[in-house]
């Protein structure tokens, strides 16, 4: 939902190759982005899904650029070289190359390499930011046609609210791979001392609201002063989430949703507003919420770091990748994890989440090289065997999550059919920011949410002008009426 989990910050950029090739200039000038969408898209009908798998080596010859940001280190480097041997084995006259870019997220170099007209083959795509920019600008190419005459992905193996997430105006742009669910650790042991019943599927958030608050405490035991322990560590975008939850988005519209005239912000509206609210109660009135930088006056904590992990705050709001980083390192007291309560106990859970996968770039050379690295990554058996060795993260496969590699894993949560229940609930909500920079400029209009988090200013003071005036520019822009 933001760009929070890829955040890299090096400015290195690393090309390492499996077999001989001839560079390409990565950065030089050439037509603007919104020229591809006029260009002819190479066939997907000689792509090698259409193939059975005979066991022998393709015929299928040119050079395959495979671009990410960090190149995989420690045990996950050796994940890799396996999977690249594998592939070479497959495709022994496709030169593989990998490029790493720690900025190609942060500086959009996937626009600037297909502006320069040398796009890699196949780039991982994530759907809150890469997928709709570059399906705006007619640079990505759809996967159905490869997906269609596949042996090995199929979209029956996969969440019908997965794919759906990563479907824009009909059409599928990355086969998801790491999926990343909007959950509830919490501390068992926190809430066992407390006489608390855990947090589990049937919670909404007033039942989370009670706990929170019993399970803040203060040095003095009263209600006000400096916190032993916080009731949860809770990040500031989590209001997206929490309206997520309530199929509430920050954003009407969106590329693939809607046509730009028809979108719209909700900062003006008094449900998004009363989600503001919500959130700053957690530090304005009940004082429940860890301190941050954004959030919280830090003087009230006791200790410099009141964190889930180290014990002082008694549930954490984060993405579902923190399962495996919380299992290495929290040894201290027993945790497991939930989904997010529910909005409404009567209606059906939405799960916010979003995804990444390995997308086709327009107007590389090798579209039917880059679908078979694509097949060959997203192929179950060789998934299988990173989970048999590292348990992995959350899937959009039903194959491996419903496996019984996976239900083996020993990280939290115990019963995987929470992670299942989730993706089955799955839905992504576009942040506005992604969206907006593709239509209109609006960073003249600012609002100070700090203010919010910090108890200094009412939400509908901060936000109401801010939609407004947002909205006033996108009908401008767009010749809205």
Request: hydrophobic share 35%; proline share 7%; net charge positive.
């Given at each position: 939902?933001?760009?929070?989990?890829?955040?890299?910050?090096?400015?290195?950029?690393?090309?390492?190759?499996?077999?001989?090739?001839?560079?390409?200039?990565?950065?030089?000038?050439?037509?603007?982005?919104?020229?591809?969408?006029?260009?002819?898209?190479?066939?997907?009908?000689?792509?090698?899904?259409?193939?059975?798998?005979?066991?022998?080596?393709?015929?299928?010859?040119?050079?395959?650029?495979?671009?990410?940001?960090?190149?995989?280190?420690?045990?996950?480097?050796?994940?890799?070289?396996?999977?690249?041997?594998?592939?070479?084995?497959?495709?022994?006259?496709?030169?593989?190359?990998?490029?790493?870019?720690?900025?190609?997220?942060?500086?959009?170099?996937?626009?600037?390499?297909?502006?320069?007209?040398?796009?890699p083959e196949t780039a991982v795509l994530r759907r809150q930011a890469e997928i709709p920019r570059l399906t705006f600008l007619g640079a990505v190419l759809p996967v159905d046609p490869y997906v269609s005459k596949s042996t090995?992905?199929?979209?029956?193996?996969?969440?019908?609210?997965?794919?759906?997430?990563?479907?824009?105006?009909?059409?599928?742009?990355?086969?998801?791979?790491?999926?990343?669910?909007?959950?509830?650790?919490?501390?068992?042991?926190?809430?066992?001392?407390?006489?608390?019943?855990?947090?589990?599927?049937?919670?909404?958030?007033?039942?989370w609201q009670d706990a929170a608050i019993k399970l803040t405490k203060t040095a003095g035991g009263g209600t006000t002063g400096p916190r032993r322990q916080f009731g949860v560590e809770m990040p500031t975008w989590w209001r997206?989430?929490?309206?997520?939850?309530?199929?509430?988005?920050?954003?009407?519209?969106?590329?693939?949703?809607?046509?730009?005239?028809?979108?719209?912000?909700?900062?003006?509206?008094?449900?998004?507003?009363?989600?503001?609210?919500?959130?700053?109660?957690?530090?304005?009135?009940?004082?429940?919420?860890?301190?941050?930088?954004?959030?919280?006056?830090?003087?009230?904590?006791?200790?410099?770091?009141?964190?889930?992990?180290?014990?002082?705050?008694?549930?954490?709001?984060?993405?579902?990748?923190?399962?495996?980083?919380?299992?290495?390192?929290?040894?201290?007291?027993?945790?497991?994890?939930?989904?997010?309560?529910?909005?409404?106990?009567?209606?059906?859970?939405?799960?916010?989440?979003?995804?990444?996968?390995?997308?086709?770039?327009?107007?590389?050379?090798?579209?039917?090289?880059?679908?078979?690295?694509?097949?060959?990554?997203?192929?179950?058996?060789?998934?299988?065997?990173?989970?048999?060795?590292?348990?992995?993260?959350?899937?959009?496969?039903?194959?491996?999550?419903?496996?019984?590699?996976?239900?083996?894993?020993?990280?939290?949560?115990?019963?995987?059919?929470?992670?299942?229940?989730?993706?089955?609930?799955?839905?992504?909500?576009?942040?506005?920011?992604?969206?907006?920079?593709?239509?209109?400029?609006?960073?003249?209009?600012?609002?100070?949410?700090?203010?919010?988090?910090?108890?200094?200013?009412?939400?509908?003071?901060?936000?109401?002008?801010?939609?407004?005036?947002?909205?006033?520019?996108?009908?401008?822009?767009?010749?809205?009426?």
């Amino acid at each position: 939902m933001s760009n929070r989990i890829f955040a890299p910050t090096a400015r290195r950029t690393s090309v390492r190759t499996a077999v001989p090739h001839s560079r390409r200039a990565l950065f030089r000038r050439a037509a603007a982005l919104t020229a591809l969408a006029t260009s002819g898209a190479p066939a997907a009908c000689a792509g090698p899904g259409g193939q059975p798998d005979t066991g022998k080596p393709s015929s299928m010859a040119g050079e395959v650029t495979v671009m990410g940001t960090s190149a995989p280190t420690g045990a996950g480097e050796n994940r890799w070289k396996r999977l690249t041997g594998q592939f070479q084995e497959k495709y022994p006259r496709l030169a593989l190359r990998e490029s790493w870019d720690p900025d190609l997220y942060a500086q959009r170099k996937l626009e600037v390499l297909l502006a320069a007209g040398s796009p890699p083959e196949t780039a991982v795509l994530r759907r809150q930011a890469e997928i709709p920019r570059l399906t705006f600008l007619g640079a990505v190419l759809p996967v159905d046609p490869y997906v269609s005459k596949s042996t090995v992905v199929k979209k029956a193996d996969y969440y019908d609210k997965i794919l759906a997430t990563h479907t824009l105006d009909g059409k599928l742009y990355v086969v998801p791979h790491d999926i990343f669910l909007y959950v509830l650790f919490f501390n068992k042991d926190a809430f066992t001392r407390e006489g608390l019943k855990p947090p589990d599927l049937t919670w909404d958030y007033k039942d989370w609201q009670d706990a929170a608050i019993k399970l803040t405490k203060t040095a003095g035991g009263g209600t006000t002063g400096p916190r032993r322990q916080f009731g949860v560590e809770m990040p500031t975008w989590w209001r997206i989430h929490y309206m997520g939850n309530a199929g509430l988005p920050e954003m009407e519209g969106g590329v693939g949703i809607a046509p730009p005239e028809k979108w719209a912000v909700t900062y003006d509206r008094q449900d998004t507003i009363d989600a503001y609210k919500w959130q700053a109660d957690q530090w304005c009135r009940y004082a429940a919420a860890m301190p941050s930088a954004d959030a919280g006056d830090l003087s009230t904590a006791t200790e410099e770091a009141m964190t889930f992990q180290n014990g002082k705050a008694a549930m954490r709001f984060v993405d579902s990748t923190g399962a495996s980083g919380f299992y290495d390192r929290i040894k201290d007291f027993q945790w497991d994890v939930t989904l997010a309560p529910l909005a409404d106990k009567k209606k059906p859970r939405i799960n916010t989440a979003i995804g990444r996968g390995y997308g086709l770039l327009k107007g590389s050379k090798n579209p039917d090289g880059g679908w078979a690295f694509i097949e060959h990554f997203n192929d179950p058996r060789r998934m299988l065997e990173d989970v048999k060795e590292a348990g992995g993260g959350l899937y959009g496969s039903k194959v491996i999550m419903e496996s019984k590699e996976y239900k083996a894993s020993p990280v939290p949560p115990a019963d995987k059919n929470v992670w299942v229940e989730g993706l089955k609930a799955a839905r992504f909500y576009p942040e506005p920011g992604w969206e907006l920079s593709l239509v209109v400029d609006t960073s003249a209009v600012t609002a100070n949410t700090g203010d919010i988090w910090k108890c200094k200013a009412a939400p509908e003071a901060v936000l109401r002008p801010y939609g407004q005036q947002i909205n006033k520019l996108l009908k401008e822009r767009t010749g809205a009426r």
